[in-house]
């Protein structure tokens, strides 16, 4: 759906992008990361046809976002990281608005800004005034937006931003409902965690270089970093050394650190790391008890985007 090769655009002296290859396929929502002035937008913007970069080429749906201008802002919807101000514009009249823009039939047009209305839960909200939105109900009217000329393509540039948890939950849901309906979307983020719940893809940018494409899991396989376990031992238990020698022998583990006993005599634990890619615990729950560990508490610390996102952009690569 999307297919990016070579693309290199430099804003005078700064090169943005470089040399930026990336394939994101039909059902794929790709999370886009990476710092401040990474190249996200940049991206979008070449994508959307508003900035023509200074080398390499960008198809959506097989159209060149060179010379297919038209083709592209039928099949894509883009969202930018600013939507603008409106003066005197009622909610609806801004989306009748686009819908006209987007030449959809004025008979059809009020049926498609409801639709999208509804979708975006601003139903209630149709009358009021754009600029009396709250930043949330204008990230959601930036989504409605997007989708009234019911695009294949989504570029949403950080929707999430500047929303509050509840807004921003409304938001990963509404993604995720788009998911459903089979929407290729790329969207960008600084909020990790939430990129890793609705993606299905991510790509990693630092200084206009993609430092990694792929799935969530093969982003941690990558940065070398696997689940973590915390043990705590029972009073009474072995201290956990002679465990802690056998599961260092097994491959399926990574690193073992042993905790100290706590001033209060009470017992110490073991951090496990399992090696990335490893899954289940069943093998360290035995291997535990056969070293004399009586388990207090098992404790799971499923490894965080943040995690592989600092490790593979301070150039940590396996
Ligand atoms: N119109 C412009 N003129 C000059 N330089 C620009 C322009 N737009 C972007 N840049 C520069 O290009 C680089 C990439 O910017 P871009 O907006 O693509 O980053 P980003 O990844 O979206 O960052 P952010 O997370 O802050 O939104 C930055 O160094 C930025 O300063
Ligand atoms: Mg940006």
């Known amino acids: 759906m999307i297919e990016i090769r070579g693309v290199t655009k430099r804003y005078g002296a700064l090169t943005a992008l470089d040399n930026l290859s990336l394939t994101i396929g039909p059902g794929e929502v790709f999370g886009f990361i990476g710092p401040n002035g990474a190249g996200k937008s940049t991206t979008m913007k070449i994508l959307a046809g508003l900035l023509q970069p200074d080398s390499g080429t960008a198809t959506v749906c097989g159209h060149s976002v060179a010379t297919e201008a038209p083709a592209i802002r039928r099949v894509l919807g883009y969202m930018p990281d600013f939507l603008g101000v409106y003066d005197d514009l009622t909610v609806d009249e801004y989306l009748q608005f686009f819908a006209s823009a987007f030449r959809i039939e004025r008979g059809r047009r009020r049926a498609v800004v409801s639709s999208v209305l509804e979708l975006t ?56 409902e788009l998911k459903r309906m089979g929407k290729c979307i790329m969207v960008s983020s600084h909020i990790l965690t939430e990129l890793a719940e609705m993606s299905t893809s991510i790509g990693i940018i630092e200084k206009g270089r993609l430092l990694f494409a792929g799935s969530i899991a093969d982003a941690f396989a990558r940065a070398g970093a696997g689940e973590r376990i915390a043990v705590a031992l029972e009073p009474g238990s072995a201290d956990g050394a002679a465990a802690a020698e056998r599961l260092r022998a097994d491959a399926r583990v990574a690193g073992v650190t042993l905790e100290p006993p706590g001033p209060d005599g009470a017992p110490g634990g073991l951090i496990v790391e399992l090696t990335p890619g490893v899954h289940g615990h069943h093998f360290l729950i035995e291997s535990l008890m056969a070293g004399g560990a009586r388990i207090a508490s098992f404790t799971p610390r499923p490894i965080k985007l943040e995690d592989a996102f600092l490790r593979l952009t301070k150039g940590q690569l396996n």
Not at 147 to 166: F, N, Q, T, W, Y
Request: proline share 5%; no cysteine; charged share 30%.
């Open 121 to 176: 839960d601003l139903t209630d909200k149709r009358h009021a005034m754009v600029d009396s939105l709250s930043r949330g109900m204008q990230q959601r009217l930036g989504v409605a937006r997007v989708l009234i000329h019911e695009p294949k393509v989504l570029l949403l540039d950080e929707p999430a931003s500047g929303l509050d948890p509840r807004a921003r939950i409304e938001l990963r849901e509404l993604l995720l």
